[in-house]
């Protein structure tokens, strides 16, 4: 038998709660997807057990101060580790009575480790390991089709699809994380119940879908998504019918390395108008930040042409943002996808490399106060007068407080700049 890693203090914690459990008299293993993980050769990110102990008796077993109450109604107790060792979730064996809206189950019902694992989404996420004899409890093929890497829903998918929306979403999601094939019935069932996708809730979707994005096998995720007809239904306003449309969505994110959400995102609506892709980010109830920073890769990547001409102190102006990275690599990825040269990607990429921190973005040489206190008299135009005060100083014309004083009288003077 092969011996599995579960050595790691997280594995080595988890082990202990089930032996504890064990020893108290009840069933416990480990469940779900971290036996997927440890099956398939991986160190799992977090070990989940599953108990024929009730919640009230977990908690009674490990103790109050130990034990948090996460999901009570569902039976979920949080055990608390050490430092280092992370928590565990302990979820008693359940079956979830009827779903009436498609997204959670109307009740639950403790039951045996064999009922628990029918209830779960795929048959590679629905076994249990007994780590302390290393042994794999399968009750329902998921050690097959984690050979033959396919993605298969427990049961009837028609029917677990009505029951819990999400899981068409899981789906996409599991088959390309590890590569795998969707089964044939599965991937028809979703197709029939794409439409009701909309039920989930945004939050969730936008879940799933940054999980989907940061992986590296995002290009695989999406292509199913679109061919199962999700993406056309989750964002109407962002079309990935036509292949026009959707051969440079893809041509793009094939070309980042390890992107941010915010960059994937702009990835994806390269080519839609910034307000647009605002508000696919409300739709998704991203956070502020979040759809601040995808909104401003776009519109960014939209005004990027032609950056050599540019003043001096555009180009710092630009270099100086915190999300340019991601701009000169969602340029690039842009400029590729669509056959083009990318020498504006080039130039901010070599300008960012030769010039200094300091020299991208130099404390100002004077302040509002200096202006004052030179005698300037304060008014509605002093910001405009300091910004090009500042353009000035970032296009090499000045260098000193002094020279920014001359420089501001002159103007003034002249009523040069609109100043
Ligand atoms: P990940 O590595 O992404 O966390 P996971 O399989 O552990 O993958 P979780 O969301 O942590 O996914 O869920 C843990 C387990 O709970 C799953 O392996 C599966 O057995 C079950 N599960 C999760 N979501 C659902 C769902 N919507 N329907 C049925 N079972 C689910
Ligand atoms: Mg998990």
């Not at 390991?129 to 290393?134: A, E, K, S, V, Y």
């Not at 009505?162 to 979703?190: I, N, Y």
Request: proline share 5%; glycine share 8%; hydrophobic share 45%.
């Amino acid at each position: 038998m092969t011996e599995f890693v579960t050595t790691t203090p997280a594995a080595l914690f988890a082990a202990e709660v089930v032996r504890k459990l064990q020893t108290a008299g009840y069933v416990a293993y480990w469940a779900g997807g971290c036996v997927r993980d440890l099956l398939r050769g991986e160190t799992p990110e977090d070990y989940d057990v599953a108990t024929s102990a009730a919640p009230d008796e977990v908690r009674h077993l490990f103790g109050k101060r130990r034990t948090l109450a996460i999901g009570a109604a569902f039976g979920v107790i949080l055990v608390r580790g050490q430092p280092g060792e992370g928590d565990v979730e302990v979820a008693t064996f359940r079956t979830e009575g009827p779903y009436k809206d498609g997204r959670r189950p109307d009740r639950v019902a403790f039951c045996t480790a064999e009922e628990d694992a029918v209830r779960r989404d795929f048959t590679i996420n629905g076994m249990f390991f007994d780590p302390l004899t290393q042994r794999v409890m399968d009750y329902v093929g998921g050690e097959a089709d984690l050979r033959s890497g396919i993605v298969r829903a427990i049961g009837d998918p028609v029917a677990r699809f009505e029951e819990d929306k999400l899981r068409m979403l899981r789906a996409v999601r599991m088959t390309a994380r590890f590569g795998f094939q969707l089964d044939e019935p599965t991937a028809r069932a979703v197709t029939a119940h794409a439409a009701s996708i909309t039920v989930v809730s945004r939050e969730r979707v936008a879940q799933e879908l940054k999980k989907m994005l940061l992986n590296e096998r995002r290009v695989v995720a999406l292509t199913l998504a679109r061919d199962l007809g999700l993406l056309r239904v989750l964002f109407p306003d962002w079309p990935t019918e036509s292949i026009d449309a959707w051969q440079p969505v893809l041509a793009r994110l094939s070309r980042l390395v390890s992107p941010g959400f915010p960059l994937a995102l702009a990835s994806l609506w390269h080519d839609l108008a910034p307000e647009v892709v605002h508000d696919l980010g409300r739709g998704l109830r991203l956070s502020n930040d979040e759809i601040g920073q995808t909104v401003w890769l776009v519109a960014e990547a939209a005004r990027t042409h032609g950056v050599a001409d540019w003043s001096l102190a555009r180009q710092k102006r630009l270099l100086a943002e915190p999300g340019a990275n991601d701009l000169i690599a969602l340029v690039r990825a842009g400029r590729e996808a669509q056959g083009q040269p990318t020498d504006d990607a080039d130039f901010l990429a070599r300008r960012q490399r030769e010039w200094t921190a300091g020299e991208i973005n130099p404390s100002p040489l004077i302040s509002g106060q200096d202006l004052i206190a030179a005698g300037l008299r304060p008014g509605p135009r002093f910001k405009a007068l300091l910004e090009a005060l500042r353009d000035a100083q970032l296009n090499g014309e000045i260098g000193t407080p002094e020279s920014a004083i001359d420089l501001a009288r002159t103007w003034i003077a002249g009523n040069l700049r609109g100043v």
